[in-house]
């Protein structure tokens, strides 16, 4: 069975601190996909990432990176330099390789960040 | 270059009422998606279609719940006889299909939000 944890419920942090979210994934699937999605107040999903199982090298995105490690099947999200902009839900996903296959969700990181 | 909108944005109805919410995905996308999410929780998968055939909807949470993608464009979802469970953000999702091998990427809507009393 296909599962997402993210173990961490809420962080708050004060601006221009790096936080990280945490995001452990089960499938039994050898190919399969993940996602980072940020979701503000305002309710959209906002798509951040999409990292396929065969590609292990890290990203960065400005100020955005992510770890992805199979060894221990995690797929931690960094904020570096937080900004007050980036308080939002976050939500780390999982689906397999075929296409039109449910996204499967954990329950989200809410990151507030103050000035 | 317009995302995905949903409309209501909010509805408020009454406990045995029935309620439909209209998704416009991407143009062009040949994808739609449907999920539920309730507070304190991720999106859950419902429903989706390639162009107008649903090809999967033994996730629709009850027979009250149905979906449909006419002419492949826009998608209706409807909740027969609503329930107070069934208050909850409803997301609609839309992709692009390149490679039956590859999972494309979901683009979300802004969701409508049900309340039902």
């Known amino acids: 069975a296909q599962k997402v944890t993210q173990a961490q419920t809420e962080i708050s942090v004060v601006e221009k601190e790096d936080v990280t979210l945490d995001c452990v994934y089960e499938t039994r699937d050898t190919t399969y996909y993940l996602f980072w999605y940020k979701q503000p107040p305002s309710g959209e999903l906002v798509f951040l990432i999409r990292r396929n199982s065969f590609d292990e090298q890290n990203e960065i995105s400005g100020r955005y990176s992510w770890n992805f490690q199979k060894s221990t099947s995690s797929f931690n999200f960094t904020i570096t330099a937080s900004q007050v902009v980036d308080s939002a839900v976050y939500f780390c996903a999982l689906s397999e390789a075929q296409a039109g296959t449910a996204l499967i969700f954990g329950k989200g990181t809410t990151l507030s960040v103050s000035s | 270059d317009t995302g995905v909108s949903q409309d209501p944005r909010h509805k408020i109805t009454k406990r045995g009422q029935n309620v439909t919410f209209r998704c416009d995905p991407i143009?062009?996308?040949?994808?739609l998606y449907w999920y539920r999410q309730t507070l304190g929780q991720g999106p859950e998968f419902l429903t989706y279609f390639q162009n107008e055939a649903q090809l999967e909807k033994s996730r629709l949470l009850s027979d009250r719940f149905s979906a449909e993608r006419p002419k492949g464009s826009f998608s209706t979802l409807e909740i027969q006889r609503t329930e107070q469970g069934d208050s909850a953000m409803y997301l609609c999702?839309?992709?692009?299909?390149?490679?039956?091998?590859?999972?494309?990427?979901?683009?979300f809507g802004p969701g409508t939000r049900l309340l039902v009393l």
């Open positions: 999702a839309s992709s692009f299909l390149v490679d039956r091998a590859l999972q494309e990427t979901q683009y």
């Open positions: 143009s062009e996308h040949n994808r």
